[in-house]
């Protein structure tokens, strides 16, 4: 393995640790506030030259809302439970219960509040370049 390779191997996943930590917009130091907990469900190569998939468990607190930001690729989204305001750019906010479904096409900056004063949960899978940062932050305009 080349000293390239194994750089890319490492800092890949902690890219995405990384990411996943701005999402959910805590941090220690500010202590429990509304936020989420990622549970990596599965990883895999498609037969798509270049593409993954990654499935995600993803469980909010109350009150979060995800800054907005984009995926290099898909993001197809089953709510678990509670409920969930997403907002498209381009499009009106649209609200989400338990069992329903809804996909963010590639690069489309987006947002999710957690509507009520219950948790929520959803299934995300994102089909994406490979190598690529699993989620950028972006301004809304």
Same mark, same amino acid.
């Given at each position: 393995?080349?000293?390239?390779?194994?750089?890319?191997?490492?800092?890949?996943?902690?890219?995405?640790?990384?990411?996943?930590?701005?999402?959910?917009?805590?941090?220690?130091?500010?202590?429990?506030?509304?936020?989420?907990?990622?549970?990596?469900?599965?990883?895999?190569? %498609?037969?798509?030259? +270049?593409?993954?998939?990654?499935?995600?468990?993803?469980?909010?607190?109350?009150?979060?809302?995800?800054?907005?930001?984009?995926?290099? +690729?898909?993001?197809?989204?089953?709510?678990?439970? +509670?409920?969930?305001?997403?907002? %498209?750019? +381009?499009?009106p906010p649209k609200t989400y219960k338990a069992g329903q479904v809804l996909v963010v096409p590639y690069g489309t900056p987006?947002?999710?509040?957690?509507?009520?004063?219950?948790?929520?949960?959803?299934?995300?899978?994102?089909?994406?370049?490979?190598?690529?940062?699993?989620?950028? %932050?972006?301004?809304?305009?």
């Amino acid at each position: 393995m080349t000293r390239g390779v194994k750089t890319a191997a490492i800092v890949a996943p902690i890219a995405m640790l990384i990411a996943a930590a701005l999402v959910t917009g805590t941090t220690q130091a500010e202590g429990r506030q509304p936020g989420t907990r990622r549970t990596p469900l599965q990883q895999a190569n %498609l037969s798509i030259a +270049g593409r993954e998939v990654i499935q995600v468990r993803v469980d909010f607190d109350p009150g979060f809302v995800a800054p907005w930001h984009t995926h290099p +690729g898909e993001e197809v989204i089953y709510v678990i439970e +509670g409920t969930i305001e997403y907002k %498209l750019q +381009g499009k009106p906010p649209k609200t989400y219960k338990a069992g329903q479904v809804l996909v963010v096409p590639y690069g489309t900056p987006h947002s999710a509040s957690i509507v009520g004063a219950s948790n929520a949960a959803e299934l995300a899978t994102y089909i994406v370049e490979k190598g690529r940062p699993l989620i950028t %932050l972006v301004t809304q305009k």
